[in-house]
């Protein structure tokens, strides 16, 4: 361990008379020249050093780890994924098969083409969103609501495909074409829906991070009959601020146009500003600040909003891994809501947990369970509502 911090603190000489201290065998000695070939950039060199490595000694662990994840830096994304794939069959240790999963999702990430898969089922204390309150004042008396606007359970299930291609420009960019089709299904008809979206973006390493900009375009056609179109821009950075924080900051604008409903036609658009800490290597927290508007003809539908959020994910020894998210947001609308002498005002909070475990594969598939809590308060009764969601989805990558 400490030859192999001296040669990441690039003190070379340091770490290569710590070595002869121990009297090193060729296999050791090669291991020393590749973590240095390795620390220098040099990843091709690197490579076939512990290839020689292993080929003096087949069970060196610690040379097939090096050698997967010079592979995978030099994005040789194929034999990084096998060797990976192989030590998860070979290694015990239990800290570094979580770190052998993490780098296979990073290289199944970055990989020319990805494809994935995921079913999931939904139950919900409150599908439709519906409100407890039974009556609803306006400014010509009081209306009782109908009782399909009210509160009721129900459960849908959601299934889809996604993808990505990913071409490389150059050193430090490359283009990427996302896609994705979901279907869902529901106990209640009126909630069975199917989208597709598309998005092709170009994105470009930098010193201190990333940015990225992406044109979109979606389809969504809705059994309750508000079928929509969009097409839209989406674009992001992240900047790290030091060894532990990122800044992220991220816009989306898109136009939204429906078939047989035009009162709801018009731009949606949002700017998020958000700081990521890893405390550890284990523990991530990170915050968002998101403002918000919608346009619509209706004077009505249009709003203002705005939103703060805050979660925490931490990574257990054994492979589980957790996460808590709080959320507060309010939404202010322009126009006088029909019936009333007022705008509608909105306010939310959201409480959000999910669990999953790195080593549960149920036959390929990655089980995640996700819950939340939603509490929204409203001027206007029909959008008064408390409900509680839950997701079992399986997902797997090809």
Known sequence: MAVTRLINQGRIAEAEAVLSRTAPSAAQRLFFQGQVLKAQ???????????????????????????????MLNRDFKPARDQFTALLDID??????????????????????????????????????????TVFDTAIGQFVIDPSARARPGVALQYGLSGAFRHTVGAFGRVVLDWSAIAVTADDADRDMREATVALSYERLTRQGSWRVAPTARRAERRDGTDQAALGWRIGATRRLNGSDSLIIAAHRETRRYDSQDFQNGAYGALSVGLMRAISASLQVSGTVTFEYGQAEAAHLAYEGLSVSASVT???TGGLVTGFGLEFGARDYLGTYPLTTRPRSDASTRVSIDLRHSRV???????????????????VAFFDYRATDCGISLTRSF
């Open 314 to 316: 931490r990574a257990w």
């Open 41 to 71: 950039g040099r990843l091709p060199e690197a490579i076939a050093t512990f290839r020689a490595v292993l080929r003096l000694k087949p069970d060196s662990l610690n040379a097939r780890r090096e050698l997967a994840h010079s592979q």
């Open 361 to 379: 594969d149920l036959g390929g598939f990655l089980p995640v369970l996700t819950c939340g809590s939603t509490l929204n308060g409203s001027n």
């Open 92 to 133: 015990p240790d239990p800290q570094m098969r979580d770190g052998y999963r993490r780098f296979l999702s990073t290289i199944d990430q970055n990989r020319p083409l990805t494809v994935q898969t995921q079913f999931a089922v939904l139950p919900s204390s409150n599908a439709r969103r519906g409100t407890t309150n």
